[in-house]
C-alpha cells in the first residue's frame, strides 16, 4: 500500500469517527452510524483491496466503539463492522463480476453500486449490532422495534449521507489528482 492511499483511508477514518463522535441520538440510545459511511466509502474507492477494507472494518470497529452511546455497544459495535465488510465487499465483489453491470457506462455502474452498498450495508450493520447487543449485553427494547425505528430510519440517513460524500470524496480526489 503507498502512502497516498494510506493517507487518504487515515484520513477518511478520522472524518468518520469525528462524524460519529459528534452525531446525536436519534430517539433511543442509538444514532445513525456516518463511520459506517466512511467504512464503506474506503471499500469503494479500494476496490479489490481486501486487506484494506478488513484493517479499515476494525479501526472503524473500535472508533465507533469508544464513541457508541449505546450501553454496552463496544463489543457489538466491532463485531457489527468486521461482518459488515466481509458482506460489503462480497457485494461489491459480485456486482463488479456481472457482466450486464459491467457493459454499462462507469457513471451508471458507480450509481448501482452505490444504491446497493449503502443501504444493504446499513441494514446488515444494524441488524447484526442489534443481534450481537441481544446476545452479549440485551437491548432497552424488542429487536423489531428498534429495528424499524433505528436501523430502518439510519439506513435512509446513510444512503443520503453516502451519496453525498462519496461525492465529496470523490471530488476532492480529482482534485488532488489521486490515481488509485
Partial sequence: MNTRKLTINAILLAVGALLHQITPAIGLPMQP???????????????????????SAIITGV?????????????????????TANVVYLIIFGINKIKLINNLSEKKRKSIVLALVFPIGTLISGTIFLLAAQFIVGLPAPFIALFLTVVLPATAINLIAGLFLY?????????IAYAR
Avoid: C, W
Fill in 33 to 55: 452510524d456516518f463511520s459506517l459511511v466512511m467504512l464503506f466509502i474506503i471499500m469503494l474507492i479500494n476496490k479489490d483491496d481486501y486487506k484494506t477494507s478488513i484493517i
Fill in 63 to 83: 472508533f465507533t466503539a469508544l464513541t457508541t452511546k449505546f450501553p454496552g455497544g463496544q463489543i457489538p459495535n466491532v463485531i457489527d463492522k468486521i461482518v
Fill in 167 to 175: 461525492k465529496v470524496v470523490e471530488i476532492s480526489m480529482k482534485r
